[in-house]
């Protein structure tokens, strides 16, 4: 089957850097992907990483090393507004069938 | 864009009862997926579609869930009938690849009582 491991919360202070890693377990694996979710919205595509690296967006940055089955989002300056639910996502191949499963998501909370 | 569109927004109803969820998808995206979010399972892919065709449904609970695409600009789950533990937010989401960023809609919270 398919795991993915990523802490159920995290803390911050305004302006600072944090980063939420995220562990999978499965076969088949073509790429992670990461999602933000604010409180009664809709997840929100952050970054895609299929190869090994950093992909940079603005504050946001994603990293991937496959041969570690780990990656982890990275957010600079945090502002306030960036408290929301962060969840990662693999795809991976199954049965002929391109599937992905989301994390259970990282609960971040950014303090004044 | 309007974005990918879901309706209704809020549903409550009866158990027993039909529940239809109807999504627009981005013009030109043609990839297509149900997710359902609940608190226990988090977020769930129920099925996809490309290009209006059912790929993968295996994520679908029970025969008693449905999906359709008749069209590039149109689809919709059904619940027949509805239970209590159908209870959750339903959200559509579509994609120019299978590998790429999803789009959501805002997503359509149930309540079967």
């Known amino acids: 089957g398919q795991s993915l491991e990523q802490p159920s919360e995290v803390t911050a202070v305004e302006g600072a850097i944090v980063q939420i890693n995220c562990t999978y377990q499965?076969?088949?694996?073509?790429?992670l992907s990461w999602y933000q979710q604010h409180d009664g919205g809709a997840p929100t595509f952050l970054s895609y990483?299929?190869?090994?690296g950093l992909e940079e967006t603005g504050r946001f940055s994603s990293f991937l090393s496959r041969s570690d089955s780990y990656g982890y989002l990275l957010l600079q300056e945090l502002q306030m507004k960036d408290s929301a639910s962060y969840f990662c996502a693999v795809i991976f191949m199954n049965t002929g069938f391109q599937k992905l499963v989301f994390g259970t998501g990282t609960r971040l909370l950014v303090s004044p | 864009d309007a974005g990918v569109i879901q309706s209704p927004r809020h549903e409550v109803t009866e158990m027993g009862q039909e529940v239809t969820l109807r999504c627009k998808p981005i013009?030109?995206?043609?990839?297509l997926f149900w997710y359902r979010q609940t608190m226990m399972r988090g977020l769930e892919l129920l099925i996809y579609f490309n290009n209006n065709v059912p790929i993968d449904d295996s994520g679908m609970p029970e025969d008693r869930f449905s999906a359709k695409m008749p069209n590039a600009s149109f689809s919709t789950l059904k619940i027949q009938p509805s239970e209590p533990r159908d209870s959750a937010v339903y959200f559509c989401?579509?994609?120019?690849?299978?590998?790429?960023?999803?789009?959501f809609g805002p997503g359509t919270r149930l309540t079967v009582l």
């Open positions: 990483n299929a190869l090994d």
């Open positions: 499965t076969s088949g694996f073509y790429g």
């Open positions: 989401a579509s994609s120019l690849a299978r590998a790429g960023g999803q789009f």
């Open positions: 013009s030109g995206h043609d990839y």
